[in-house]
Every structure is written in C-alpha cells, then in structure tokens.
C-alpha cells in the first residue's frame, strides 16, 4: 500500500480512546506511549479542536493497534492504566502458524527438533501446520503429534518433491492466522524468532509485508492475504517477485526485508 494511499484512507483518532492524557479539555499525550514511537518514525500527527472545544491528537495513515475505547477496559473491568497496558499488550501479540515441512529425506525427529526450538521462545506459534509426504504414515504421525503440547494440523502432500514457493501457496490455504511462518524439518530457528518480529510490529511500531527467507528456504514470514491477493505461484509464476512488483508500483519496497534484518540470530541451515 502506498503512503498517499495510507494517508487518504486510514486515520487513528485519539480521543476516545482509554490511553489518552488530558489535561482540562486538551490531550497532552499517550500513556502507552504511541504518538511519540510514531512521532519518531517521521510520522505526522495533527492536532485538532472539536466543536465543542475538546483538542485532540489524530494519527493520519496510520491504524493504531492499541486505541481502545472506554468501553473496552470497562466490559473487561479493567481497573487503571497498568491492567490496561498488560492487557492491550496481551491481544496485540504477533499471532503466527508455523508451517513445518517434512521432506523425503526427512523425519519426525527432524520435525521435533524445529518444533522443540519454537517452543523454546517467548512468543509461540498459534499452531503448528505440518506439510508431510506420504512416507510418514498417518497413524505414526498422530501417536506422535500427541505428545506436543501444542495446537497442531496434519497436511499430506501428494506427487514430485515441492519447494518453497509451491510450500507457501499450501500454507496460505491452510493457515487461518494473519502470518505464517516457513521451516522444514531439522531446522531450529532461534528461541527468540518469533518475538523479535513482535517487538518489530507491536513495539517498534513497524511494518512488513514479507520477511523474505534464508536461501533454503527456512523463515519466510508473509501476510496470508498479501499472498492471496497476487494469486500465490500459481501458472509457474512467482509470488514473492509478484509481491515485489505489487510493492514497488505502490511506493511501499521498504515493507520487503530480509528476515535476517529483524531477526538478526536466524542461523543458516
């Protein structure tokens, strides 16, 4: 998306919201802090007077993920501004399927050791999306996928040995979250993977539309619609350079980053 289209189109207003400070009739900041992150990053912020004399901050092409209104924190008896904060923290957390291929030459303990390591972090996959060949069998699998202790999902894929393009167009169908991860079986991303990219949105206050992978393939993070939206890699096409194209007629090239940049510990396979 551009940045005229943002700022024609999107705009956070701040005045009802519960994180506002006031002082009389006039905001005089964000106790989560959000204006000046933004403020930071170049963003405008405008302030406006209301008829009725309120002034107030508005926060143009751009939609902040922690504006809650007042009837927010009341349907959920929040008390002050710390039960607050923990709580819009909470729901803003970057919420990811991690997809785990399982190749030919590969086995359920290569696929329990990259499941071992996303355990391991501090921000954990909404679930686990297994994409296996048929020489893992079924009922080995689920005596196996049992043990876990994580929401999981068991895809079998048929025909000639795939790669990560065509491992994407199947995580799209079936991921239901809003980003998807790409591992294959034996790879152990760092504990930290997946926090690192929610410091990225959720701290940081930053964008992407693709984190692009190592060269094998190993932590590709991309947006399910984004990728939707371009028709996967369908006709031997690629998505990734359709993303990219898409990107640059839209002025946004910058929300493309090597996955090593936010996650600077990802380990090469």
Not at 105 to 113: S, W
Not at 129 to 151: C, G, K, Q
Not at 215 to 231: A, I, S
């Amino acid at each position: 998306m551009s940045a005229k289209y943002e700022q024609e189109q999107v705009e956070t207003i701040c005045s009802e919201c519960v994180f506002v400070d006031w002082e009389d009739e006039k905001q005089v900041g964000c106790q989560m802090r959000v204006l000046e992150r933004y403020r930071d990053q170049g963003a405008k912020i405008k302030e406006i007077t209301d008829v009725n004399g309120r002034t107030y901050n508005t926060l143009p092409g751009r939609v902040c993920v922690y504006c809650r209104p007042q009837k927010w924190a009341t349907d959920k008896q929040l008390l002050d501004f710390d039960q607050c904060a923990v709580a819009v923290r909470k729901e803003v957390t970057f919420r990811c399927d991690a997809v785990v291929v399982i190749g030919l030459d590969e086995t359920l303990d290569d696929a329990l050791r990259t499941v071992e390591a996303l355990k391991r972090g501090r921000v954990k996959p909404n679930r686990i999306i297994f994409l296996t060949y048929p020489h893992i069998r079924p009922s080995d699998f689920f005596h196996w996928a049992n043990t876990l202790e994580i929401p999981w999902q068991f895809e079998v894929i048929m025909g000639k040995k795939k790669g990560h393009l065509q491992y994407i167009d199947l995580a799209t169908q079936k991921s239901k979250t809003t980003y998807f991860a790409l591992f294959y079986a034996g790879y152990e991303p760092p504990d930290n993977f997946l926090y690192c990219i929610d410091s990225f949105l959720n701290d940081q206050l930053q964008r992407f539309l693709v984190l692009k992978g190592l060269d094998d393939g190993n932590g590709f993070v991309l947006q399910r619609n984004t990728v939707k939206l371009v028709r996967g890699s369908i006709d031997d096409t690629n998505a990734i350079e359709k993303i990219e194209k898409v990107a640059e007629k839209q002025e946004c090239q910058y929300l493309i980053k090597p996955v090593e940049e936010i996650v600077p510990t990802m380990p090469s396979r």
